[in-house]
């Protein structure tokens, strides 16, 4: 089967519908695909509330802020295909996908690659012990317990105090489950701040900043895990070992952009302009597939300014805007876009890579603004006004650096 | 005639396989719910040469042997096999001359196509070996392969073939009357047999107690290994050895069928009781680190997918004990330590055809069939071949593992074809083998098992009893 479009959009969670949906309304042919069998992503199982703050100015759970972005999807007249896992991806530009029709392939002038992220797995972390049953990303946790309605333990120990952890020991908490605590390696916690106080202190379950996972224990079934404390570098004290008696490890240590049927085109990572145009024209990327966002609401925000961008790209064929690229300077733990189209608007996101009070952030010469306080889990949002993209094109590159006073 | 085989690896499946091909009833007995889940599962699947084995061993005898039927064995039941070739890197004057006795070793042997090869032709061959390498020994027969495939493939092929397995079957006794084996009793009751072939692996020293047949101390000697994810496996062509210790054939790098790289293993030595100690521990993981860094300095640690270990059976006087013993229709498949999986299809062979078949004046049947076809994977089918099979079954075109992309129909394949866990799923079709390892598809898988099993969620397993994933539902 062949299909022929003017914009691809891979990914049916928030930023993928958000890009669709813009895409759409721009007066592009536009088709969505979704691997798995309904729309929405990570926020079906979001079952919390805190989504739409900013999009929607009121408090709303997971599936109801997808609920309300599919619904604008299908006003804007997207053609949707859930069930549709794209295999591969050619220059031509051509998609190759898998689903109960058969293999199709979608023929596109541009493609936004919203595919969201993956957990990093237990694997990686080169932990010592046994290899039993009961060690689960909080992600899997989530959908066992929200989808599925499966419970995967009795006493469970969290491993990362990222959002997802942070929300997993609450759920698991008001779910009968006794959560020992939160071991965190960093000295501060990953998450939010509202998600430290409203799923941690709110329930009385402990936080062990500085605390890693030692060992496992267990045959089978996970019986227990030995937390240790970590020195500065983040090697583990002898001596500070303490053994937990759980039969469920949770881990939340960290989101992986998912960008596997691209990696071939993108040997050196992922770049983008304030397009969100990657150095393939053609490729646009939006949502956790490019960065890590804390919000759901930035994340449909940069979706729609993908999803525009690549209707126009589809329709016009401009040739790629010169940019100005951004360079990431003291204290700049993360930061996209990473180029500036002079001339047009921008919004640049960063993190810290450690709380900072009273700090300045500079883009260059031509931006500066105080802040009180930055956290890592906290993004921080820069509007640059078009005036200010053309001044800093006179630069070679920008610096964007965070100042401590 | 009824034979009873105790042990479902790769040594007791391809004994259960080659017995079949006689007219006698043929059983085959596991305490795992599946086979391969013991020593076979965690191994560094490769298929030795034969030149560190001391001439006169059996374990020489047995891997050169092996090693040649590797080839059409991996034909006849698609399992996965390559040659790849191995070097065995020298690194000062002293390993040189380690270098020269065993390519002295490998031709006593019998191993063909040995080469020694100077600093230049080494890094020729394998550009990302460390440059301060001074010499290798090339052996162009050595292979690679999934061990627990083997064991699969042989398990079908036996089982299409008349062979009855009994898996999650303990044997617990064995009866031998005059000097004869009689029976043998498992938790589900006693079987009335003529022989009993001990493949038992890491308990083969207890299952031939049981027989009132001595047998040498079997030492759990420990291995961890580290797993790099696709593409690491890019990085080297030919499975990696530093010269050998007397006690070990040291830390490897090995390329994987799947494309990975396995780094490893280590080399210690357990209390004979410790059977399942088959943890990881830290000082292993950083001795695995070290011994493949000096092999390659740039390995792509960021790939790492997981660490684990495995527990070879050592017996104490260092070789393998195959044979006839004193109790008539006892016969011993055991001690298989390194390189065992090489010489499982010679040992398999030689029990078979040399020793059980003239003791027990076996007729071979008219009707073997040799052949056994894989489970199809669609990621490595043409457009073609998968359009069809989406026609034919849509389950073919529903993708459950997004890192490996793999169908709901190789996975109910799988379960037809035996497996019962989440392991068993995933070591038959990598779905959960990806770098997501399983937190994308492990809830589907989980369904999928409960629905062709007839279970309910509580009851699915990551290996067997005991490793229940779930504690029920979230409200009854």
Redesign the interface.
């Known amino acids: 089967m062949k299909i022929s479009v003017d914009v691809v959009v891979v990914g049916g969670g928030a930023a993928g519908m958000a890009a669709a949906k813009a895409a759409a309304e721009a007066g592009a042919k536009t088709l969505l695909l979704e ?1 798995e069998e309904r729309l929405g992503g990570v926020l079906d199982q979001c079952i919390h509330p805190g989504f739409g703050l900013h999009r929607y100015r009121e408090e709303l759970t997971g599936p109801e802020f997808a609920f309300r972005l599919l619904s604008e999807l299908e006003r804007a007249g997207a053609e949707i295909q859930s ?1 549709a ?1 794209v ?1 591969s991806v050619r220059p031509s530009p051509e998609l ?1 996908v ?6 199709i392939r979608v023929e596109a002038k541009a493609l936004v690659w919203a595919a969201g992220a ?2 990093r ?4 972390l ?9 060690i ?2 909080a ?2 946790a989530q ?3 929200n ?8 006493r469970a120990l969290i491993l990362g105090s990222g959002d997802i952890g942070l929300i997993m020991a609450r759920r698991l908490h008001l ?1 009968g489950v006794e959560v020992v605590g939160v071991a965190e390696i960093k000295p501060f916690p990953g998450g939010l701040l509202r998600n430290v106080v409203q799923c941690l202190e709110d329930f009385g379950i402990p936080l062990f900043l500085r605390h890693t996972v ?1 060992k ?1 224990h267990g ?3 996970l019986s227990g895990v030995t937390l240790v404390e970590v020195d500065e570098q983040g090697q583990p004290i002898s001596g500070t070992e303490k053994f937990f008696a759980v ?1 469920t490890l949770v881990l939340s240590v960290g989101l992986i952009p998912e960008v ?1 049927p691209l990696e071939s085109l993108f040997p050196d990572g992922v770049k983008v302009n304030s397009f969100f145009q990657s150095a393939v024209p053609w490729i646009f990327f939006a949502g956790n597939a490019l960065e890590i966002f804390d919000l759901v609401d930035t994340v449909a925000k940069i979706g729609e300014e993908a999803g525009r961008s690549a209707a126009r790209y589809a329709q016009e064929k401009p040739p790629k805007p010169t940019a100005v690229p951004l360079r990431k300077g003291q204290n700049v733990a993360v930061l996209v876009p990473h180029e500036l189209v002079p001339g047009e608007p921008a919004h640049l996101f960063l993190r810290v890579p450690r709380p900072l009070s009273r700090a300045t952030i500079r883009v260059a010469d031509v931006y500066a603004q105080n802040h009180v306080s930055l956290r890592p889990a906290e993004m921080v949002e820069i509007a640059l006004s078009p005036e200010a993209t053309v001044e800093l094109a006179r630069l070679p590159q920008a610096d964007v650096e965070v100042i401590p006073a | 005639m009824r034979i009873a085989v105790i042990g479902g690896g790769v040594v007791g499946s391809l004994i259960a396989r080659e017995l079949a091909r006689y007219d006698a009833e043929i059983l085959l007995f596991d305490r795992e719910v599946e086979v391969g889940f013991g020593v076979t599962k965690a191994n560094s699947g490769i298929i030795h040469a034969g030149f560190h084995d001391e001439p006169g061993t059996l374990r020489a005898r047995f891997c050169v042997l092996g090693n040649a039927l590797y080839p059409e064995l991996a034909e006849e039941l698609e399992f996965s096999f390559r040659r790849t070739g191995a070097l065995v890197l020298a690194f000062d004057a002293e390993e040189e001359e380690t270098l020269k006795r065993l390519w002295e070793q490998g031709e006593a042997n019998g191993v063909p196509g040995l080469a020694l090869l100077s600093r230049e032709e080494v890094l020729a061959k394998e550009p990302e070996v460390n440059p301060a390498v001074r010499a290798g020994l090339f052996a162009p027969t050595v292979g690679i392969t999934a061990p627990w495939e083997v064991a699969q493939a042989a398990a079908e092929n036996a089982q299409a073939n008349g062979a009855e397995f009994h898996l999650g079957e303990e044997v617990f006794g064995i009866e031998v009357k005059n000097g004869r084996v009689q029976a043998l009793r498992t938790q589900k009751g006693l079987y009335f047999v003529d022989a009993v072939v001990n493949a038992a692996g890491l308990f083969a020293d207890r299952i031939s107690e049981m027989a009132g047949v001595p047998f040498p101390t079997l030492i759990p000697r420990r291995g961890e290994y580290i797993l790099l994810g696709e593409p690491a496996g890019n990085l080297v062509h030919s499975v990696l050895f530093p010269t050998p210790s007397p006690v070990s054939k040291g830390i490897l790098v090995i390329p994987t069928v799947d494309g990975g790289l396995l780094l490893g293993p280590t080399a210690e030595d357990l209390p004979p009781e410790a059977k399942e100690a088959t943890e990881t521990t830290s000082h292993g993981l950083s001795q695995v680190l070290r011994g493949a860094g000096k092999l390659v300095p740039k390995l792509p640690l960021n790939q790492a997918l997981k660490t684990f270990a495995g527990l070879r059976p050592e017996p104490e006087n260092g070789d393998f004990v195959v044979g006839p013993t004193k109790v008539r229709g006892f016969y011993q498949a055991g001690g298989m330590r390194s390189p065992g999986l090489t010489a499982a299809p010679a040992i398999a062979q030689f029990l078979a055809h040399e020793v059980i078949a003239p003791d027990l004046a076996l007729k071979k049947k008219t009707a073997f069939n040799p052949k056994r076809a894989r489970i199809p994977r669609a990621a490595e089918l043409s457009e073609e071949e998968w359009e069809k099979l989406i026609r034919e079954d849509l389950r073919w075109g529903r993708i459950v593992c997004f890192c490996n992309t793999v169908t709901e129909a190789e996975v109910v394949e799988a379960i037809r074809r035996g497996a019962r866990t989440l392991d068993g799923v995933k070591f038959r079709t990598r779905a959960g083998f990806g770098r997501c390892q399983g937190s994308f598809c492990m809830a589907k898988i989980m369904a999928i098992l409960a629905r062709e099993l007839g279970l309910g969620p509580e009851r699915i397993t990551l290996r067997g009893p005991g490793s229940e994933l779930i504690f029920g539902k979230v409200r009854p």
């Open positions: 691997r069930g896992t295999l190759l898998a689903s109960e029709k058969g293999l993956r957990e797995p237990f694997g990686p080169l932990i010592p012990g046994a290899r039993p049953a009961g689960f990303t992600g899997l959908k066992l317990v989808i599925h309605g499966l419970l995967p333990g009795k779910e030692a496992i045959g089978k079934r039969d596997r």
